[in-house]
């Protein structure tokens, strides 16, 4: 039976949720979304959200409130009179009202095992922490933090060298397939929920910048797990002096190595670098300014050779 959708959500991973829910018939009433943020090369043009130009492709009603704490903003919601509301990496805070207005509730889209990682960030800390598998989850909304029951799960393996670029395009669409099965299960009232577990919860706070620079004197497991995790954006990165001045180098791919030597060493020909034990190959990387670049070919341009230091 097709449901009365609010669909709330911002990004990329966002945007095959809401063309899935349109396709498959239901009745969106209203496309929420961040407001238009500065962009282009001088920060002055307001750029839409992926989300706003989808829902502007599709014909859909688009609103894009700072804030949904308001009171004005509340009833404008509720005055939708939707069956549900569906929310996917929408990145504003939902009170009481809002999560309350929709008859059949919230549901979320949230790329982890939940109680694991709850919070802004799931993706690039599954990876960075070693995790070998993740999925995605639909969950019933409420007022804590990812806290709510959930309904629906698919798990999905996180390869060794899987980057988190690669795991968030793999959950994206997984995300939007598993929605759709939800609110059809919602809409002939055969969609169960089931509370968290109290154990295993961990948070996933949001990147900070500050912790982006690789530490080489890590073991290579660790080291090459923040350079995937971060792949690609914003990226891990690290200085190398390349033609007498100090470069810094957006390290994009990575695979574990055999070697010894300083931390930070370059090793051989292959970009092979040593860690505080073990090594990691630097499969792709990216100057400053410049394009990705598989590794060979940044040594053809760059001249690092054995022996050099990255800091």
């Known amino acids: 039976m097709p449901l009365r959708v609010i669909f709330m959500g911002t990004p990329d991973f966002s945007v095959p ?103 802004a960030a799931p993706i690039q800390r599954a990876i960075m922490a070693g995790d070998a598998e993740t999925g995605m989850m639909i969950m019933r909304m409420e007022e804590g933090l990812d ?34 099965e939800a609110l059809t299960r919602l809409g002939i009232n055969c969609l169960t929920f089931t509370q968290q577990a109290t154990e295993g919860v961990t948070y996933a706070r949001k990147i900070d910048k500050s ?30 002096e390349i033609g007498g001045r100090m470069e810094r180098l957006k390290l994009l791919r990575s695979t574990l190595s055999n070697g010894v030597g300083e931390s930070g060493g370059i090793l051989d020909d292959r970009l092979t670098v040593a860690c505080g034990s073990g090594a990691v190959r630097l499969v792709e990387v990216q100057r400053a300014g410049g394009r990705p670049a598989a590794a060979q070919e940044f040594l053809r341009g760059a001249k690092i050779e054995k022996g050099t230091k990255l800091t």
């Not at 409130?65 to 504003?92: H, I, R, T, W």
Request: aromatic share 4%; glycine share 8%; with cysteine.
């Open 211 to 240: 912790e982006t620079r690789v530490d080489w004197t890590r073991p290579a497991g660790e080291v090459h797990n923040h350079i995937r995790g971060l792949s690609p954006f914003p990226g891990a990165w690290c200085e190398v």
């Open 147 to 180: 806290t709510g029951p959930v309904a629906l799960v698919e798990k999905c393996a996180i390869a060794p060298d899987m980057t988190a670029g690669e795991l968030h395009d793999r959950l994206m669409d997984m995300g939007a397939s598993l929605m759709v």
């Open 17 to 119: 949720t809401l063309s899935a829910i349109a396709a498959a018939g239901h009745d969106i009433a209203a496309v929420y979304t961040q407001p238009p943020r500065a962009a282009g090369r001088r920060g002055l043009e307001l750029t839409p959200s992926p989300v706003q130009r989808e829902a502007e492709r599709l014909g859909l009603e688009v609103r894009t409130p700072a804030s949904l704490k308001g009171e004005a903003e509340q009833q404008a919601f509720a005055a939708l009179q939707a069956d549900v509301a569906v929310v996917v990496a929408y990145g504003l805070l939902l009170p009481k009202p809002v999560l309350e207005a929709a008859r059949l509730g919230c549901l979320n889209g949230h790329a982890s095992l939940l109680p694991r990682w709850r919070g």
